[in-house]
């Protein structure tokens, strides 16, 4: 319905909830006010955690880190559909990757400079995090593809950003699905800027959503910011995933308020006007009026919301610090299901010199 209306190749852009908290009731998908504020309170948490990485990179207590501010609906909307499927995030979905079930103490220690952090519960479809850019859109592709040989009904949602559709893995990626028809939706979140190159510079192209026609399958654009909008694209797309159609392209307009990363600054690229011109389309701001609207807001409410979700990340910090340090061991361990002989000798001399040096859980 919605990526048959709305056409990139024409500049046609799917808008549901505008910035004012009204919507288009003709073109609103399924989902009840109860589960919009749910979501909500979850993009709040979201935003606090992100603020806080920023705090706690800036104290020398977190690595580089890429921040998700004024992304979170378009994050937000489409991880929590479905279990069943794949995640495959950039550097970026911290947010998509907390929707998924990945615990926040996890995200940070990650960011924190271990490893570990991206050592998931079981019973979650997320892959680790891809910092090279555009990188993940290949190992994305091939579990969509292998979950069709095996007739899982099942998807992958890979995410990317503007920067990354210039790259030739993902051209190679969507090339592959397509033609294979591999159930994976490909999701652009187009925040404006590739570290410091405008959109303007990455393609001549009127949308990059059009580009998903040339490689045999739908794209649509729409306002990333707009919860409901992302959420309808991305359910009608995973739908037609699961159901053998093939591959599907979102962009979602966004803007990236915050830094690329933290090493990067901004300022030398992007004036202070350009995001006060943005932040009136703030997608929570959005959904707070929607819901002060619908009598689902107050003021109070909202600090009750914002103490609440301080306590669930000052939790995830002090676990996150509380990890004991690695195993040098572990280095061994994770790479196959059953370790080779070669592997086994190495790690047991490396034991024996950590043993023999008194460095026991140390450095070597």
């Not at 079930?101 to 924190?112: R, S, T």
């Not at 619908?294 to 109070?300: Q, V």
Request: aromatic share 10%; with cysteine.
């Amino acid at each position: 319905m919605y990526f048959d209306r709305f056409d990139p190749l024409k500049g046609e852009r799917l808008e549901i909830m505008d910035k004012d908290g009204n919507v288009d009731e003709a073109l609103r998908p399924d989902l009840s006010d109860d589960r919009i504020k749910e979501l909500y309170v979850r993009m709040s948490v979201m935003r606090v955690a992100d603020r806080t990485a920023l705090n706690l990179q800036r104290e020398g207590r977190m690595g580089t880190y890429a921040p998700v501010w004024g992304q979170e609906a378009a994050q937000a909307a489409s991880a929590f559909l479905g279990e069943q499927d794949w995640l495959v995030p950039s550097y970026r979905e911290s947010g998509a990757m907390f929707m998924r079930g990945v615990p926040l103490a996890n995200i940070y220690e990650y960011w924190m400079g271990d490893e570990r952090g991206m050592r998931f519960p079981e019973n979650l479809r997320v892959l680790p995090i891809a910092v090279v850019v555009g990188s993940q859109t290949l190992p994305a592709t091939g579990v969509g593809w292998a979950m069709k040989l095996k007739g899982e009904k099942s998807a992958a949602l890979v995410c990317f950003g503007d920067g990354a559709t210039s790259e030739g893995a993902v051209h190679e990626a969507m090339n592959f699905a397509g033609v294979f028809k591999a159930p994976v939706v490909f999701l652009c979140q187009n925040n404006q800027f590739a570290i410091s190159v405008p959109r303007r510079r990455q393609t001549a192209a009127k949308t990059i959503a059009q580009r998903a026609s040339a490689y045999g399958f739908k794209g649509i654009q729409l306002y990333g910011n707009d919860l409901l909008a992302v959420y309808a694209a991305m359910k009608e797309a995973l739908d037609n995933a699961r159901a053998g159609n093939g591959p599907s392209f979102i962009e979602a307009l966004t803007y990236r308020f915050g830094p690329h990363t933290t090493a990067d600054d901004p300022t030398k690229y992007r004036a202070d006007e350009d995001i006060e011109k943005n932040k009136p389309f703030d997608p929570l701001i959005r959904l707070r009026l929607y819901l002060e609207k619908k009598g689902l807001w107050t003021e109070a409410e909202e600090y009750t919301i914002i103490d609440d979700a301080k306590k669930e990340v000052e939790k995830a910090v002090a676990e996150a610090e509380a990890i004991a340090p690695a195993d040098p061991s572990d280095i061994f361990a994770y790479t196959y299901e059953t370790m080779p002989p070669y592997l086994k000798k190495q790690r047991d001399e490396l034991a024996a010199y950590i043993a023999g040096s008194g460095k026991g859980g140390g450095h070597v």
